[in-house]
T-cell receptor
């Protein structure tokens, strides 16, 4: 079975541009979460979606948005990119519900120049 | 807000030595999860502890969950070079279920 898949794996953007990151969860998983991991730190929660509804939002500005599609895949959008948005963006899927184990994809490395 | 803290931040050991990382939460946790991230990789789930005082072993790795469910530890016996990486603990938020990660402990093993 395929794990969590993310695309693209690496990308470079210029300040002010926007970016869309994509994620396909593990088959059967209905919950998708997004995390930002800056070099040297632990992952920071951005969003959680379950059954296409937003279930949680972390402390990130409105430039960050996400959505989940009927097939449970998800997109993370970031507008007006800043240098500080450079990070590894991780998608994680779970069956849903509190306490469920989450499984991370390999991530999308975003560099903003 | 709810915080999860880990110590130490870095640990360098000689191959064969033991290693321990400690995790402390500012609030009681329903469970605690441990992840390992190799350099350049993504976090990989290791284990979840749920019960107060629970101890679980995976070969040379021993995981403990404190009696008060606010702290946890990971102990590696006789480290190997394959143990190199950053070990994260994470606990669910008390009100949203999102995972709050510690800062991680980066383990270097000298052969």
């Amino acid at each position: 079975d395929a794990g969590v898949t993310q695309s693209p794996t690496h990308l470079i953007k210029t300040r002010g541009q926007h970016v869309t990151l994509r994620c396909s969860p593990i088959s059967g998983h209905k919950s998708v979460s997004w995390y930002q991991q800056v070099l040297g730190q632990g992952p920071q929660f951005i969003f959680q979606y379950y059954e296409k509804e937003e279930r949680g939002r972390g402390n990130f500005p409105d430039r960050f948005s996400a959505r989940q599609f009927p097939n449970y895949s998800s997109e993370l959008n970031v507008n007006a990119l800043l240098l500080g948005d450079s990070a590894l963006y991780l998608c994680a899927s779970s069956a849903g519900g509190t306490g469920n184990t989450i499984y991370f994809g390999e991530g999308s490395w975003l560099t903003v120049v | 807000g709810q915080q999860v803290m880990q110590i130490p931040q870095y640990q360098h050991v000689q191959e064969g030595e033991d290693f321990t990382t400690y995790c402390n939460s500012s609030t009681t946790l329903s469970n605690i999860q441990w992840y390992k991230q190799r350099p350049g990789g993504h976090p990989v789930f290791l284990i979840q502890l749920v019960k107060s005082g629970e101890v679980k072993k995976q070969k040379r790795l021993t995981f403990q969950f404190g009696e008060a469910k606010k702290n946890s530890s990971l102990h590696i016996t006789a480290t190997q070079t394959t143990d190199v990486g950053t070990y994260f603990c994470a606990g669910p938020s008390s009100n949203t279920g999102k995972l709050i990660f510690g800062q991680g402990t980066t383990l270097q093993v000298k052969p």
